[in-house]
């Protein structure tokens, strides 16, 4: 990665990669570099044949660093590379900074409705455990118990949705 600090300049407040050299026929220096991958979303840099993901390239160009683990995008968009919306994370703390499920019909993840009980029964993943955090006659003292949970156990990593 170290030879991409003489091929591509950074902007830190927008989070663009831009080239400082002229790459090719279609592209010169000062242009913006990369492109969004439509089936990740991920901005990604292309040089000398090789694919990076601008995140982790970002990060390596910020903190000199290549990451040993994963980039979280704070505000879970995946094409915003500003570097104050970029943390390291473990697999499992990326986990936790995900976008709802489609699948989810309640709104709230790990808050889903029991029919049988006509409850709202509350969940929470910890180290690959579910916990049972209670059933809940009331929607919002459902989410409320969830919100507190996440807080508790995942920390700068719960959810915001």
Known sequence: MKELID?????????????????????????????????????????????????????????????????DHINRNRSDNRIE????????????????????????????WQESRKKYLVTVCVYGKRMNMGRYSDFHDAVRVRKAAEQKFYGEFASSY
């Not at 830190?12 to 990740?40: M, Y």
């Not at 390291?88 to 019909?105: A, D, F, V």
Request: charge should be positive; proline fraction near 3%.
């Open 7 to 71: 091929v591509f300049r950074y902007d830190q407040e927008s989070g663009k990669f831009f080239w400082l050299i002229t790459p090719n026929s279609r592209a010169k220096e000062g242009d913006e570099a990369g492109c969004i991958k439509v089936h990740s979303g991920y901005h990604t840099l292309k040089y000398n044949g090789k694919v990076y993901l601008a995140h982790r390239v970002a990060w390596f160009f910020m903190h000199g660093l290549i990451p040993n683990q994963q980039i």
């Open 85 to 112: 919306n970029l943390r390291e994370c473990t697999p499992s703390q990326n986990q936790k900074n995900q976008s709802l499920s489609k699948r989810n019909i309640s709104g709230c993840a790990g808050v889903t």
